[in-house]
């Protein structure tokens, strides 16, 4: 059965809809979730898979353009289609043109939503077939590379980000390089490597640093399409250009590489309890240390004050959280540790170049 979405402001709008006799077996389709508006409809999809959203376009917080537009940018539902009155005809046809499956006049008709269904369905089959048909080349291209992939490179590179070797981002050259020799730079092939690159590398790392989906978000990495670029040259610069910000991003956030350095532990306490309220006195007390000297020993191994990196680890954090989305200003200052939320800003501002509000505007998060 396929899950759909109903998205009404108006009870009676809903009411309409649900009493239609087409969703207890008649169709593919049941309703699976209600929502009041565009915001609580993108709730929903954060947590629920849905295949087709049926929306009015006039409502409160976020419309059905608006919504439409979030669906389609960030993919979380193949299919939308929008309710509309008469006069809100213009706004149907902007839709379309935004990547509406279609659009439904009110009242809506039985005989009309039957043949829009059996359209949906026709197009979430097609669309599955697809997926399963490139998954399936994907596989088998996977299991011809196997033989033909750079492992001794990959090694190199899983090793120097294990160690932080300054020498990483060569380290990240040469395995681009050797993946375009052996895939001829054919750029599906190369695609391919680069991904299975990634995906290696990330799977080899997450135990050391089990702190990093706090502070960036992997699944822009892991989610690149290097098939998709103009050439194998180009997607080998992308996934350079990647892996050197994500090797910045840890070493500018983590200090040293052996868990026995003070420097490495210090900052290991900080990142893995970042979302608490942190002194310098409680790190001080949980290593068995005098505070002067911790702190002291703190800068000379790393040249920064130790206040200061904390803060430095706060600000990061509250970075993710805001690109996030889901949580207000304050709410974000109190989760660090920050009782007073102006104060928060501005040290945010001070870190960050732009205040907590111009970042998340920034970031699209809602």
């Given at each position: 059965?396929?899950?759909?979405?109903?998205?009404?402001?108006?009870?009676?709008?809903?009411?309409?809809?649900?009493?239609?006799?087409?969703?207890?077996?008649?169709?593919?389709?049941?309703?699976?979730?209600?929502?009041?508006?565009?915001?609580?409809?993108?709730?929903?999809?954060?947590?629920?898979?849905?295949?087709?959203?049926?929306?009015?376009?006039?409502?409160?917080?976020?419309?059905?353009?608006?919504?439409?537009?979030?669906?389609?940018?960030?993919?979380?539902?193949p299919?939308?289609?929008?309710?509309?009155?008469?006069?809100?005809?213009?706004?149907?046809?902007?839709?379309?043109?935004?990547?509406?499956?279609?659009?439904?006049?009110?009242p809506?008709?039985?005989?009309?939503?039957?043949?829009?269904?059996?359209?949906?369905g026709?197009?979430?089959?097609?669309?599955?077939?697809?997926?399963?048909?490139?998954?399936?080349?994907?596989?088998?291209?996977?299991?011809?590379?196997e033989?033909?992939?750079?492992?001794?490179?990959?090694d190199?590179?899983?090793?120097?980000?294990?160690?932080?070797?300054?020498?990483?981002?060569?380290?990240?050259?040469?395995?681009?390089?050797?993946?375009?020799?052996?895939?001829?730079?054919?750029?599906?092939?190369?695609?391919?490597?680069?991904?299975?690159?990634?995906?290696?590398?990330?799977?080899?790392?997450?135990?050391?640093?089990g702190?990093?989906?706090?502070?960036?978000?992997?699944?822009?990495?892991?989610?690149?399409?290097?098939?998709?670029?103009?050439?194998?040259?180009?997607?080998?610069?992308?996934?350079?250009?990647?892996?050197?910000?994500?090797?910045?991003?840890?070493?500018?956030?983590?200090?040293?590489?052996?868990?026995?350095?003070?420097?490495?532990?210090?900052?290991?306490?900080?990142?893995?309890?970042?979302?608490?309220?942190?002194?310098?006195?409680?790190?001080?007390?949980?290593?068995?240390?005098?505070?002067?000297?911790?702190?002291?020993?703190f800068?000379?191994?790393?040249?920064?004050?130790?206040?200061?990196?904390?803060?430095?680890?706060?600000?990061?954090?509250?970075?993710?959280?805001?690109?996030?989305?889901?949580?207000?200003?304050?709410?974000?200052?109190?989760?660090?540790?920050?009782?007073?939320?102006?104060?928060?800003?501005?040290?945010?501002?001070?870190?960050?170049?732009?205040?907590?509000?111009?970042?998340?505007?920034?970031?699209?998060?809602?």
């Amino acid at each position: 059965m396929y899950k759909v979405m109903l998205v009404d402001d108006m009870d009676i709008g809903l009411r309409q809809l649900k009493r239609l006799k087409l969703w207890n077996g008649e169709t593919d389709f049941c309703i699976a979730a209600e929502a009041k508006n565009g915001q609580e409809a993108l709730d929903i999809l954060q947590k629920d898979r849905i295949d087709l959203i049926i929306t009015d376009i006039k409502m409160p917080k976020i419309d059905g353009i608006e919504l439409l537009k979030e669906v389609t940018e960030k993919s979380l539902c193949p299919c939308v289609v929008l309710l509309s009155d008469y006069e809100d005809f213009s706004y149907a046809k902007r839709g379309i043109r935004y990547g509406a499956f279609d659009y439904l006049s009110k009242p809506v008709k039985y005989e009309d939503i039957v043949k829009l269904l059996g359209r949906v369905g026709q197009f979430l089959r097609k669309k599955k077939y697809e997926s399963e048909l490139v998954k399936n080349l994907e596989v088998r291209l996977e299991e011809k590379m196997e033989d033909h992939f750079p492992t001794a490179e990959m090694d190199l590179l899983i090793e120097a980000f294990l160690k932080k070797q300054p020498d990483t981002p060569v380290i990240t050259d040469r395995l681009a390089e050797a993946i375009l020799v052996i895939s001829d730079k054919d750029l599906l092939k190369a695609g391919m490597s680069f991904k299975k690159a990634v995906s290696e590398l990330f799977q080899r790392i997450s135990e050391q640093y089990g702190w990093l989906d706090m502070f960036i978000d992997t699944s822009i990495l892991k989610s690149i399409d290097f098939s998709g670029f103009n050439s194998a040259d180009e997607a080998a610069a992308a996934f350079g250009q990647s892996v050197r910000t994500l090797f910045e991003s840890i070493t500018g956030l983590e200090y040293g590489c052996d868990p026995e350095q003070m420097e490495n532990r210090i900052s290991r306490c900080v990142l893995m309890s970042v979302d608490q309220y942190i002194t310098i006195e409680g790190i001080a007390r949980s290593m068995y240390m005098n505070r002067k000297y911790l702190s002291e020993a703190f800068r000379q191994k790393t040249g920064e004050l130790l206040i200061e990196y904390i803060t430095k680890v706060k600000m990061k954090r509250a970075a993710r959280l805001l690109g996030l989305g889901g949580r207000k200003t304050y709410e974000i200052a109190l989760l660090l540790g920050f009782r007073d939320a102006e104060y928060f800003s501005r040290l945010f501002k001070k870190h960050m170049g732009v205040s907590p509000s111009e970042y998340r505007s920034n970031m699209g998060a809602q």
